[in-house]
């Protein structure tokens, strides 16, 4: 497609549910982030895939989050027991050469 | 950690003025974008820095490259109702590593 895509748009979680976001990165672009945005904050990093390598994680709050690129395209961020304090915009970017980033509209996540 | 800090943090401003903001960090960076982000949506790039100096335009949006490579500052001119929003700069230091984002500057247009 044109743009990033993340799906889905709105997901409410009971607490201690797994989630799964999915991002689909600009056709052809090496560089994938994810950013967990509260709110009236600005994004945080979370993790960063260059093609299905995982070069950074150190963002990620709790081991209870886990990112995958297998195919370096697709990527999904799980979310194992959802706890309220996950509940944020999650947003995902990617880049061609790692000089410019484009964003997905984001998934909110509420965790009830 | 590496962190980014923007002023003003808020701003009132009536149409037709000119609007600027900035980007400080205690770091230097190699890279600076600017972004916009409407209420319920991502944030979308409005222009993106490479060279300290640079000085580049886009339409009314004028952002700037601080010499020090530590700060940039970003142009409104004659602002109109849409530019409502919240104004990130992000910060990157090197090809793979990641952006860093400052906490915003929320702009709001009185008619």
């Known amino acids: 497609g044109a743009g990033v895509s993340q799906s889905p748009r709105y997901k409410v979680a009971k607490r201690g549910q797994d989630v799964a976001l999915r991002c689909d990165p600009i056709?052809?672009?090496?560089?994938l982030f994810w950013y967990q945005q509260a709110l009236g904050q600005g994004p945080e990093f979370l993790t960063y895939?260059?093609?299905?390598?995982?070069?950074?994680k150190s963002g990620l709050p709790s081991d209870r989050f886990f990112a995958e690129r297998p195919e370096g395209s697709v990527s999904t961020l799980k979310i194992q027991r959802t706890q309220q304090e996950d509940s944020a915009v999650y947003l995902c970017a990617s880049s061609l050469s790692n000089t410019e980033a484009f964003f997905g509209q984001g998934t909110r996540l509420t965790v009830v | 950690g590496q962190q980014l800090n923007q002023s003003p943090q808020s701003m009132f401003i009536q149409e037709g003025e000119d609007v600027s903001m900035n980007c400080t960090s205690s770091?230097?960076?190699?890279?600076w974008l600017w972004y916009k982000q409407d209420p319920g949506e991502g944030p979308v790039l409005l222009i993106a820095?490479?060279?300290?100096?640079e000085l580049t335009s886009n339409g009314r949006l004028t952002a700037q490259f601080g010499i020090t490579r530590k700060d940039s500052f970003l142009n409104i001119s004659a602002s109109i109702p849409s530019d409502v929003g919240i104004y990130f700069c992000?910060?990157?230091?090197?090809?793979?590593?990641?952006?860093?984002f400052g906490p915003g500057t929320r702009l709001s247009v009185l008619p």
């Open positions: 992000a910060g990157l230091y090197n090809y793979g590593q990641n952006f860093v």
């Open positions: 895939f260059q093609n299905e390598a995982q070069l950074d």
């Open positions: 770091s230097i960076f190699n890279t």
């Open positions: 056709s052809g672009h090496v560089s």
């Open positions: 820095l490479y060279k300290a100096g």
